[in-house]
């Protein structure tokens, strides 16, 4: 079972998983030579284990792929208890090395992680993986037990005791969340998104607003998407604000360049293989789609650039001032090269949605906005 | 008949050892239906990605369409063909009358919208117009992708697997319209159900091992003659 759910999310033979690993493995090193240590306390470590990986679990639990996955599934007659636990491995196991990954590089480069703290990032993990689970399993019939699922999981991070005692409590704390998961049955996980959900939409008569409205109604559809801008850009503003503490001037161009980092919108014809394909099938695919979607990506960037330096000057960062004009040359740099991108080099080979997020390609454009920032820096 | 498409030697391939088009020759007049029927792998959607500019690995000595040389992959001959595929999600976040204007400024006509309306009745569509392509069932969805096709009337159609997913009555009309659409154009599809070929094609291709085996026009496309043809190349037979 294990294998076949595996195979899914993780890639034949785990192969996805390991690339992504491999990649987090890489830019962790990579942010560590930066040689920059910010301080952070322990509750803070497990708070963001926990909702960050949480988050990610319910997110994937009930995205739209799974269900396509779980709809093969519940028509065989499966082992329950076997069938639950594979799910939550490999659920767990996908979150850990496509997403969290990427997280504990980030703690790796820039603060000090000593066994004891990796040790309490993992179990905060696996709470977040079990509790994630469980409140999922929970919320069509019992959604006030997911409540206490997740009001669990943040009281553990703010009630955590120090030394020894903070290791016992979270391996407690996790054994009990995986005892629970025997109260739930597969049939607690099904999912169907568009079941019953049939939406009308106002049709205008202005085709220049069609792609604008399509990527739009894309978002609005994955709200995620919306929430990991925003996690993106709050990332963002505490990496620069820190940075530039640190004597270090371009701290407000980087800053502007990681928020570029968003996979989601700027893989999204990438991410649907029948909109690609029909796009190569019609003539004008640039006049009439990657036109006004680039168009529709600088306005996209200008709102993100913008909520970033707003957010950047009311935390106190002050180089910033110079970067309100660069921010829509970038924007328009970005909205470019995104588009030009997916119209000339669209991520074909993918198998998993992780082989997507971890493409190399997404990583072009931040780079070389974090080469221009350096440049604007030096001026 | 003047000639619409000619090919020569056409060659394609996932894996260059293994080609799934092994020199296919192909010719189609103006205005006219051609089903296209072959057992599963035969190479039908391989085809028609080639003529689509889809496939990469794909080689052809002539290609000729309207007598002119031409590219698959050249945006005057994608102006002048449209496909229906077999499996298609594409632009789920648009409702269909968003669709058909997005498709015809691509092809930059502007849509006939009472020739449109009367498609969207003969599909029984009408209180889908509105709902996002996405949120539709398989049918209604193919319903959406086969009436701007028609809609569009360019001189050549590509349908894979049409009537897959329809309902009997949208069975009924499209089998119509294909049967109609020689006024606008060349119509070719590719089909597993014996019927729809022969009620509706000026001309049957029978694909067999990526070349086109045996062809038959006029009174000669019976379902006795077309299945007698598929079963002596295997003895496995899904029509």
């Not at chain 1, 942010?31 to 322990?42: C, F, V």
């Not at chain 1, 504990?104 to 066994?115: D, E, G, Y």
């Not at chain 1, 119209?343 to 997507?356: Q, R």
């Not at chain 2, 092994?22 to 103006?30: N, Q």
């Amino acid at each position: 079972m294990f294998k076949m759910l595996s195979r899914k999310l993780l890639g034949e033979n785990c192969g996805s998983a390991l690339k992504n690993v491999f990649i987090s493995v890489f830019i962790a090193y990579g942010l560590y030579s930066i040689g920059k240590q910010i301080p952070l306390s322990e509750k803070v470590l497990v708070l963001t284990a926990v909702v960050f990986s949480g988050t990610l679990v319910i997110q994937t639990l009930g995205s739209a792929d799974n269900a396509k996955l779980l709809r093969g599934l519940f028509a065989m007659p499966c082992d329950e208890r076997r069938t639950l636990a594979g799910y939550t491995a490999v659920t767990g196991l996908y979150v850990l090395t496509s997403k969290v990954s990427l997280l504990a590089a980030l703690f790796f480069s820039f603060t000090k992680m000593t066994t004891y703290r990796w040790v309490l990032f993992l179990l905060a993990f696996l709470y977040a993986v079990f509790g994630g689970v469980a409140a999922f399993g929970h919320f069509r019939k019992r959604p006030y037990i997911s409540v206490l699922y997740v009001a669990a999981g943040v009281a553990a991070a703010f009630l955590l005791p120090d030394g020894k005692a903070a290791v016992i409590a979270l391996a407690a704390a996790d054994a009990v969340c995986a005892g629970t998961l025997f109260f739930l049955k597969m049939e607690n996980f099904r999912i169907d998104p568009t079941a019953g959900r049939i939406r009308k939409v106002r049709t205008t008569g202005r085709p220049a607003m069609l792609i604008p409205r399509y990527l739009g109604r894309y978002l609005l559809e994955h709200k995620a998407y919306i929430f990991s801008t925003l996690f993106i850009v709050g990332f963002a503003v505490f990496f620069a604000l820190n940075a530039e503490r640190m004597g270090l001037d371009i701290a407000c161009g980087m800053g502007l360049a990681a928020v570029s980092i968003n996979s989601p919108v700027s893989t999204m014809v990438s991410a649907n293989r029948g909109l690609d394909r029909k796009l190569d099938a019609l003539p004008a695919k640039t006049e009439k789609f990657f036109i006004p979607f680039g168009v529709t990506l600088f306005c996209f960037y200008l709102v993100c650039f913008g909520l970033f330096l707003a957010a950047f000057h009311i935390a106190g960062g002050k180089g910033g001032i110079r970067y309100i004009a660069i921010a829509p040359v970038f924007a328009a740099e970005g909205a470019f090269l995104t588009s030009f991108l997916e119209n000339k080099y669209p991520i074909k080979t993918w198998k998993t949605e992780a082989d997507i997020t971890h493409n190399p390609r997404k990583y072009i454009l931040p780079i070389a906005l974090m080469i221009e920032a350096a440049l604007v820096g030096f001026i | 008949m003047r000639k619409l498409l000619e090919l020569d030697d056409l060659k394609a391939w996932y894996d260059p050892k293994k080609q799934v088009l092994k020199g296919l020759d192909l010719e189609l007049g103006e205005h006219m239906v051609v089903g296209l029927i072959g057992l599963n792998g035969a190479g039908k959607t391989t085809l028609m990605n080639v003529l689509c500019g889809l496939h990469e690995g794909s080689s052809c000595t002539t290609k000729r369409f309207e007598g002119e040389d031409l590219d698959f992959k050249d945006k005057t001959f994608k102006a002048q063909r449209y496909i229906v595929f077999s499996e298609d999600e594409s632009f789920g976040y648009f409702s269909f009358d968003e669709y058909v204007t997005y498709v015809f400024g691509c092809y930059g006509k502007t849509p006939d919208k009472a020739y449109i309306d009367g498609l969207v009745g003969k599909f029984g569509f009408g209180e889908y117009r509105g709902t996002l392509i996405k949120d539709l069932s398989l049918g209604n969805r193919r319903k959406a992708y086969l009436i701007t096709g028609f809609a569009l009337k360019l001189p050549l159609l590509l349908l894979d697997e049409p009537v897959n997913g329809l309902d009997f009555n949208s069975t009924e009309a499209l089998y119509a319209l294909i049967a109609g659409y020689k006024e606008f154009g060349t119509v070719m599809f590719s089909s597993h159900i014996l019927e729809s070929v022969t009620l509706t094609s000026d001309k049957v291709l029978v694909l067999e091992n990526g070349v086109i085996a045996k062809t038959y026009s006029g009174s000669d496309i019976t379902a006795e003659n077309i299945r007698a043809s598929l079963e002596k190349e295997d003895g496995v037979n899904d029509v």
